[in-house]
């Protein structure tokens, strides 16, 4: 039903608007795939960390499908487009255990028909959030893994809601998304509440420094002690990347905040990477993170992670990376110790 009446909503906004004699309606399909061969040499099975490899034990291995993307885009107008994507991976089943889909994302661009100063479009329906794809796009490493704010579950890439975006400038050195969605991520909403998305972000001298200055704010239903109350949910996060030529580097700290009336708990993640280009075909990534998942609690893990590998881009579609995925547990407060999580993987991405 969902998909219909986009389909209504786009072909009525699109047979609503002139197009010019040079224009004609074209599409074209959106396919990604990416995943590992790994084998887990160090850790134990556990479930404190939200990190990939944490609830599989010592030596055991597999390969890995950890994302499939297929999709279509199209645009009906010099002014409209489309754009629809499945999803399915390793963790969405079906009731016979077999990989499933969802629809991630279902929306509607208007790009420049809003007259208003700074405004350059309008999307709506089931939507990128503004939470990491500008510094995931620097960053260039999905398919390795999630950036540190996807990676600690702080957020979603996708949500159903509304969103304004645009640039302050002539140059992209200043600009800014506002949006305002459910908050669930893919599942349908179960409360009255909104999500506010704000994101300011750009690339400035001579578009070697990149930026974005992020943070999100949501009522939502609290569970404490016997009762549920009404508490905020609020995320901040700081990015900034340095393009120096053969080498990049980029840094990303970000804030999670959960109050309630009487409670409330905090975690916080700082990372770093660089990306250094050895050959026109191999590039090498370093990748480091600290995450605190309670600021308050006494006991506790914090975690320290690393990634690091060797890029080899087989063509400009297709790569393969061999890497070592490392999870370490720094125990506090009388929590028993645990070893890191070592995982050694082959890593392969395809994309059309």
């Known amino acids: 039903m969902t998909r219909w009446v986009l389909a209504l909503l786009i072909g009525s906004l699109a047979a609503g608007w002139a197009q010019t004699s040079e224009f004609q309606p074209s599409g074209k399909p959106i396919l990604t795939l990416f995943g590992d061969y790994f084998y887990k040499v160090s850790g134990e099975e556990h479930a404190y960390s939200k990190a990939v490899f944490s609830d599989e034990p010592k030596d055991f291995?597999?390969?890995?499908?950890?994302?499939?993307?297929?999709?279509?885009?199209?645009?009906?107008?010099?002014?409209?487009?489309?754009?629809?994507?499945?999803?399915?991976?390793?963790?969405?089943?079906?009731?016979?255990?077999?990989?499933?889909v969802y629809v991630k994302y279902a929306y509607v661009d208007l790009r420049d028909v809003i007259p208003l100063p700074f405004v350059r479009g309008l999307e709506i329906g089931a939507i990128y959030?503004?939470?990491?794809?500008?510094?995931?796009?620097?960053?260039?490493?999905?398919?390795?893994?999630?950036?540190?704010?996807?990676m600690r579950k702080f957020g979603s890439s996708n949500d159903a809601g509304i969103k304004v975006y645009g640039s302050f400038d002539q140059e992209g050195a200043v600009n800014y998304e506002i949006m305002v969605g459910n908050g669930r991520n893919g599942k349908p909403e179960n409360n009255k509440y909104k999500r506010l998305y704000v994101s300011l972000q750009g690339k400035v001298l001579s578009k070697k420094l990149w930026y974005q200055l992020?943070?999100?704010?949501?009522?939502?239903?609290?569970?404490?002690?016997?009762?549920?109350?009404?508490?905020?949910?609020?995320?901040?996060?700081?990015?900034?990347?340095?393009?120096?030529?053969?080498?990049?580097?980029?840094?990303?700290?970000?804030?999670?905040?959960?109050?309630?009336?009487?409670?409330?708990?905090?975690?916080?993640?700082?990372?770093?990477?660089?990306?250094?280009?050895?050959?026109?075909?191999l590039e090498y990534l370093l990748r480091a993170d600290y995450y605190d998942p309670d600021v308050q609690a006494g006991q506790k893990y914090t975690e320290f992670?690393?990634?690091?590998?060797?890029?080899?881009?087989?063509?400009?579609?297709?790569?393969?990376?061999?890497?070592?995925?490392?999870?370490?547990?720094?125990?506090?407060?009388?929590?028993?110790?645990?070893?890191?999580?070592?995982?050694?993987?082959?890593?392969?991405y395809w994309k059309y």
Do not use: C
Not at 83 to 88: F, H
Not at 129 to 150: I, V
Not at 336 to 342: G, I, N, S, Y
């Open 305 to 348: 992670f690393v990634v690091t590998g060797v890029r080899w881009e087989v063509t400009p579609k297709v790569m393969l990376m061999p890497n070592v995925w490392i999870n370490s547990y720094r125990a506090l407060g009388g929590v028993p110790t645990t070893p890191a999580d070592v995982v050694l993987r082959l890593t392969f």
């Open 214 to 281: 992020y943070g999100d704010y949501e009522n939502m239903p609290v569970e404490e002690e016997d009762r549920t109350v009404i508490g905020a949910l609020t995320h901040w996060k700081v990015f900034a990347g340095a393009d120096l030529g053969a080498a990049k580097v980029g840094f990303e700290a970000a804030y999670q905040r959960l109050k309630g009336e009487a409670t409330e708990k905090s975690s916080i993640v700082l990372s770093a990477f660089v990306r250094y280009a050895i050959a026109s075909t």
């Open 61 to 100: 291995q597999a390969f890995l499908i950890r994302r499939v993307y297929l999709g279509y885009q199209y645009r009906f107008t010099p002014h409209i487009l489309g754009k629809i994507i499945i999803e399915g991976n390793d963790a969405i089943l079906n009731s016979r255990g077999s990989r499933s």
């Open 129 to 150: 959030t503004p939470s990491w794809r500008f510094s995931e796009k620097f960053y260039g490493y999905r398919f390795l893994e999630r950036t540190p704010f996807d």
